[in-house]
């Protein structure tokens, strides 16, 4: 078993009784929010408003939410609240008993808001497998989806995000990944790439060019953290936990970076977001840095915003010997 397995819970009786509750079979990909995350004041901001939204808009129907988790799951409130936001007709019985008949309601349903809200397969941040077994994070995802188009004046709280881990079954055993996820808009984000710049122009318009700047920029990177006995060969990963871009930076700008600074081997997402936060400190008050950057798209692997990063330092020390 992965080591970092025990870790993402508070407790080990809470991985005793996650792994009693839930199969995963070989192969299987789950993703949840950590108990941790779940306390998040602003998570339960997000909740109780969708809960009073519903609530709200099925009062003439006498329907009362109290779980978003087990309230909703056998789709008879998302059939309620779907045909009174937006009239629209179900070719489904409202009250399904059975799981079959429980898997083919959601699937209706389901099949109904992405065509609704004109979403495509890969797009969609639910399924009707999560929402059946009650999973709070795709059930989040769903109503804000929905709130968001048939309720756009909704006071739905912006930067609403959670800790998350992917839990694999591997033929080695069970495999973990964390990560950020946001719930709600990122409006901090939004405003800062509210302007189409460069990079928005690269990946939207000339994606044929964009291994061309990748290998500009590994070429840069590898120049100067060669020097540590380091390699990159992958933007996307190699600068998510902010190791090598301290590193870099302290190579470029000239910093000695105590080891009790930051975490040489991050073991966790907030580590890892030290690290970055760190890192983006460092370039704002050498000037390298004029624009808003979210320290968690780094995290996340967002290649667009570690490459603004890079060209922050690229841009400047392009010249610099070796």
Same mark, same amino acid.
């Not at 602003?42 to 087990?70: A, R």
């Not at 000695?256 to 890892?272: G, H, K, Q, Y």
């Given at each position: 078993?992965?080591?970092?397995?025990?870790?993402?819970?508070?407790?080990?009786?809470?991985?005793?009784?996650?792994?009693?509750?839930?199969?995963?079979?070989?192969?299987?990909?789950?993703?949840?929010?950590?108990?941790?995350?779940?306390?998040?004041?602003?998570?339960?901001? =997000? $909740? !109780?408003?969708?809960?009073?939204?519903?609530? *709200?808009?099925? +009062?003439?129907? %006498?329907?009362?939410?109290?779980? /978003? #988790?087990?309230?909703?799951?056998?789709?008879?409130?998302?059939?309620?609240?779907?045909?009174?936001?937006?009239? =629209? $007709? !179900?070719?489904?019985?409202?009250?399904?008993? *059975?799981?079959? +008949?429980?898997? %083919?309601?959601?699937?209706?349903? /389901? #099949?109904?808001?992405?065509?609704?809200?004109?979403?495509?397969?890969?797009?969609?941040?639910?399924?009707?497998?999560?929402? !059946?077994?009650?999973?709070?994070?795709?059930?989040?995802?769903?109503?804000?989806?929905?709130?968001?188009?048939?309720?756009?004046?909704?006071?739905?709280?912006?930067?609403?995000?959670?800790?998350?881990?992917?839990?694999?079954?591997?033929?080695?055993? !069970?495999?973990?990944?964390?990560?950020?996820?946001?719930?709600?808009?990122?409006?901090?984000?939004?405003?800062?790439?509210?302007?189409?710049?460069?990079?928005?122009?690269?990946?939207?318009?000339?994606?044929?060019?964009?291994?061309?700047?990748?290998?500009?920029?590994?070429?840069?990177?590898?120049?100067?953290?060669?020097?540590?006995?380091?390699?990159?060969?992958?933007?996307?990963?190699?600068?998510?936990?902010?190791?090598?871009?301290?590193?870099?930076?302290?190579?470029?700008?000239?910093?000695?970076?105590?080891?009790?600074?930051?975490?040489?081997?991050?073991?966790?997402?907030?580590?890892?977001?030290?690290?970055?936060?760190?890192?983006?400190?460092?370039?704002?008050?050498?000037?390298?840095?004029?624009?808003?950057?979210?320290?968690?798209?780094?995290?996340?692997?967002?290649?667009?915003?570690?490459?603004?990063?890079?060209?922050?330092?690229?841009?400047?020390?392009?010249?610099?010997?070796?």
């Amino acid at each position: 078993m992965d080591p970092d397995f025990l870790n993402v819970f508070t407790q080990p009786a809470a991985v005793n009784q996650y792994l009693a509750e839930n199969v995963i079979a070989q192969g299987e990909k789950k993703k949840l929010i950590k108990p941790t995350s779940r306390n998040n004041p602003k998570l339960e901001e =997000l $909740k !109780l408003l969708l809960i009073d939204w519903i609530n *709200t808009t099925l +009062k003439e129907e %006498h329907i009362v939410v109290k779980s /978003l #988790e087990e309230d909703l799951y056998d789709g008879l409130v998302l059939h309620h609240l779907l045909e009174n936001l937006g009239s =629209l $007709k !179900l070719d489904v019985d409202k009250i399904a008993l *059975t799981e079959i +008949k429980q898997r %083919h309601k959601l699937s209706v349903i /389901l #099949e109904a808001v992405a065509k609704c809200l004109q979403l495509e397969e890969s797009q969609l941040k639910w399924s009707v497998e999560s929402i !059946l077994t009650k999973d709070l994070l795709s059930t989040l995802h769903l109503l804000v989806a929905i709130a968001k188009h048939f309720e756009p004046k909704l006071a739905i709280p912006p930067n609403v995000q959670v800790e998350t881990i992917t839990i694999e079954n591997t033929s080695r055993g !069970l495999k973990t990944a964390s990560a950020v996820e946001y719930i709600t808009e990122n409006k901090e984000n939004l405003e800062a790439q509210s302007k189409d710049d460069a990079f928005d122009e690269l990946f939207s318009r000339a994606p044929d060019k964009l291994d061309a700047v990748k290998k500009v920029f590994l070429q840069f990177v590898n120049q100067h953290v060669g020097k540590l006995g380091l390699s990159v060969k992958d933007i996307e990963s190699q600068f998510a936990d902010g190791v090598i871009l301290l590193l870099l930076i302290g190579q470029l700008e000239g910093y000695f970076l105590n080891l009790r600074d930051f975490f040489l081997t991050p073991s966790s997402t907030m580590e890892m977001l030290h690290n970055v936060n760190l890192a983006l400190d460092l370039l704002t008050d050498g000037g390298l840095l004029n624009f808003s950057v979210n320290s968690e798209d780094i995290v996340n692997g967002d290649m667009k915003a570690t490459m603004r990063i890079l060209y922050c330092l690229y841009s400047k020390y392009k010249t610099k010997e070796t």
